[in-house]
T-cell receptor
Framework: AQKVTQAQTEISVVEKEDVTLDCVYETRDTTYYLFWYKQPPSGELVFLIRRNSFDEQNEISGRYSWNFQKSTSSFNFTITASQVVDSAVYFCALSEGDSGGSNYKLTFGKGTLLTVNP | KAGVTQTPRYLIKTRGQQVTLSCSPISGHRSVSWYQQTPGQGLQFLFEYFSETQRNKGNFPGRFSGRQFSNSRSEMNVSTLELGDSALYLC?????????????FGSGTRLTVV
């Protein structure tokens, strides 16, 4: 069975601090996809990144970076020089690629509420 | 390009009633998925439709049902509402449904059951 764990329920930082959101996943498939979504108070899930299981290269997009390590089943997300606008709930999610219908759903972690204070 | 549109945005229903939520996917997208978000259980998968066929269903009671029309618009229905059905219901659309193509989420329908 697939599972995503985000151990950090809430994180509070001061603006300009760097912050890392942890994500650990479990899956039996060799092909899978990992995602990060941001959910602002408006409720919409905003897509941030998608990674497939065969691509372990880390990625940087502006102030955002992601560290994917298959050896530890982790897909962590770092925000550099955080800003107040980064305040939101962040979700890590997993989709399995080999298991037929499992390919058509996301399994989400519980989310991490990030508060960036001015 | 219009995003995923969910209607209504807010809904208040009484226990025992039924409710229908609507989702219009991005033009050209043929897959629509539904998720329930509650403070206790988080985001949980309800079902996924592609070309009017349900391809996958989450672990929810039969009171939760859905359908997809030929224009890819989807509806979900919850019958005999319970207090625990109060949640944010999110719809997501995708070109094919496989996650290598990614999904776009709507803003959700917030259902309150009283």
């Amino acid at each position: 069975a697939q599972k995503v764990t985000q151990a950090q329920t809430e994180i509070s930082v001061v603006e300009k601090e760097d912050v890392t959101l942890d994500c650990v996943y479990e899956t039996r498939d060799t092909t899978y996809y990992l995602f990060w979504y941001k959910q602002p108070p408006s409720g919409e899930l905003v897509f941030l990144i998608r990674r497939n299981s065969f691509d372990e290269q880390n990625e940087i997009s502006g102030r955002y970076s992601w560290n994917f390590q298959k050896s530890t089943s982790s897909f962590n997300f770092t925000i550099t020089a955080s800003q107040v606008v980064d305040s939101a709930v962040y979700f890590c999610a997993l989709s399995e690629g080999d298991s037929g219908g499992s390919n058509y759903k996301l399994t989400f972690g519980k989310g991490t509420l990030l508060t960036v204070n001015p | 390009k219009a995003g995923v549109t969910q209607t209504p945005r807010y809904l208040i229903k009484t226990r025992g009633q039924q409710v229908t939520l609507s989702c219009s996917p991005i033009s050209g997208h043929r897959s629509v998925s539904w998720y329930q978000q509650t403070p206790g259980q988080g985001l949980q998968f309800l079902f996924e439709y592609f070309s009017e066929t349900q391809r996958n269903k989450g672990n929810f009671p039969g009171r939760f049902s859905g359908r997809q029309f030929s224009n890819s618009r989807s509806e979900m229905n919850v019958s005999t509402l319970e207090l625990g059905d109060s949640a944010l219901y999110l719809c997501a659309s995708s070109y094919t449904g496989a996650f290598n193509y990614g999904y776009t989420f709507g803003s959700g329908t917030r259902l309150t059951v009283v």
